[in-house]
């Protein structure tokens, strides 16, 4: 039994985990077609936003691959899932919004949208719902709900209370396997190219399954009696994000199968629109290397001057906070980018101790790979009034954000010269809570130093 692998990262990824099985028809070119089409015990996926993968599955083999995954860079960085794809709960309405519902089930909250139920829903509702999207920690998003209770395997999902094959009788009837009674398999467009014993051994294990999952609903307590709690665990979910550390080290290793130009990932993980022009240069230039293109990037796709960028501010626990919008004011061509934001009045600067007041100004300096960034306020009349140097994982510049995770430890230079460090306890409880790999802390305190050192 073997992991599934999709999306972006799919090949370098393939380089890096055993076990590989199920490849799409791209990824068996690479590999000269070698990997088997066993079923898979955890699937990998690309998360929406590219920034980083989901590992769905037996929770043995998610933590293998999770932890695997992340070891690819100092700044890959990982978190289990509260709300794990496919576990099913008790859960109670807690608010009603426009377009669906939200349910606390007892280990968080998730979203149900009115579209998956036909019953009215409204506020202390109680009902049996399942995990159908679970979220990554760093996106707004809460874990997407459903009513209806599927099984998620590959290369078929079986539903329970569908009767028959979604595509037909045909396939089932064919098959040397039978779906388990009450449940009906949806099966996945690459079943087609697969033989009919492997796809009975994917309906066989899934039916396994089903089973467990039928028994343990069989003598469940009523919603009504249960709510917020769980029934069934599901599989895990675990989280990685990838850091630009991270994405060129996938690079190196999508290098070693197939042509790979510098920042393969970089570029993907940056816009949709960036992959056809990234799979045009790999066919036509396949000995490609050299620097990230950052010049020709950023003026095909963004930003550039006048651009609005937002500011996403990791955190090492998994959260994204957004300190945007602000307006690039400058571009240089080697990998910098200038950002101003106008301030509201009202609290004060972390660290600097000096009031926000109206018609301040945040100026910031940001460079590409770069493990620190500068940020001058100034006042209405031009005034320093202080500069926060961040220390965080090297900085990416997408079209529409800056993105890193903050590391906790930074520089601040008072308006008066005087420097500072700040937060090194708040880097150490983040190593203490295995948020920040030590390798990680070892280079944010180095960082640190240079910059403190500098100024």
């Known amino acids: 039994m073997g992991v599934r692998i999709r999306g972006i990262y799919a090949t370098a990824l393939t380089e890096r985990l055993s076990g590989v099985v199920q490849p799409s028809g791209a990824i068996a070119a690479r590999v000269d077609g070698s990997l088997p089409s066993d079923p898979a015990e955890a699937t990998v996926e690309t998360t929406a936003d590219r920034q980083g993968i989901g590992v769905h599955g037996d929770p043995e083999r998610v933590a293998a691959v999770a932890e695997r995954a992340a070891d690819v860079g100092r700044d890959a960085l990982r978190w289990s899932a509260a709300l794990p794809a496919g576990a099913v709960y008790a859960g109670e309405v807690t608010e009603t919004l426009g377009s669906g519902a939200l349910v606390d089930v007892g280990d968080g909250t998730g979203f149900l949208p009115y579209g998956t139920t036909s019953r009215r829903i409204e506020t202390g509702d109680a009902l049996r719902v399942q995990v159908s999207e679970p979220a990554p920690p760093w996106v707004d998003d809460r874990p997407v709900l459903d009513t209806d209770v599927r099984l998620r395997r590959g290369l078929l999902d079986l539903v329970r209370g569908a009767a028959v094959d979604a595509r037909g009788p045909t396939l089932v009837d064919v098959l040397p396997a039978d779906p388990p009674e009450g449940w009906g398999p949806i099966w996945a467009d690459a079943a087609e190219d697969e033989a009919h014993a492997t796809l009975a ?17 069989a003598d469940a307590t009523p919603p009504a009696d249960h709510a917020p709690g769980r ?8 989280w990685v994000w990838f850091g630009r550390e991270a994405r060129f080290a996938l690079d190196d ?46 003026r095909q796709f963004g930003p550039t001057e006048g651009d609005t960028v937002a500011i996403g501010h990791g955190k090492p626990d998994g959260r994204r906070l957004d300190l945007g919008p602000g307006e690039v004011v400058d571009r240089d061509p080697d990998g910098g980018l200038t950002v101003e934001r106008e301030m509201s009045p009202g609290g004060t600067y972390d660290a600097l101790g000096v009031e926000r007041e109206a018609g301040d100004v945040a100026v910031t300096d940001f460079t590409e790979g770069r493990s620190w960034y500068p940020t001058v306020y100034r006042g209405a009349e031009g005034e320093r009034r202080g500069t926060y140097v961040n220390v965080c994982t090297p900085v ?14 930074d520089v601040v230079k008072h308006a008066d010269g005087t420097v500072e460090r700040v937060d090194d306890d708040e880097l150490d409880d983040a190593v203490a809570a295995g948020h920040v790999p030590e390798a990680l802390a070892a280079r944010a305190r180095e960082v640190a130093s240079a910059v403190e050192s500098a100024l």
């Open 253 to 298: 290793a999508r290098a070693s199968v197939t042509p790979t130009m510098p920042g393969h990932h970089r570029l993907k993980a940056a816009t949709d629109a960036a992959s056809p022009a990234v799979d045009f240069v790999e066919a036509l230039c396949p000995a490609a290397d050299g620097e990230f293109p950052f010049d020709a990037a950023t």
């Open 201 to 217: 051994d994917a309906l066989e294990a899934a039916g396994e399954v089903a089973a467990a999952l039928e028994a343990a609903l």
């Open 231 to 238: 029934y069934w665990a599901g599989d895990a979910t675990a």
């Open 396 to 409: 990416e510049i997408f079209p529409r954000e800056v993105r890193y995770v903050d590391l906790h430890v």
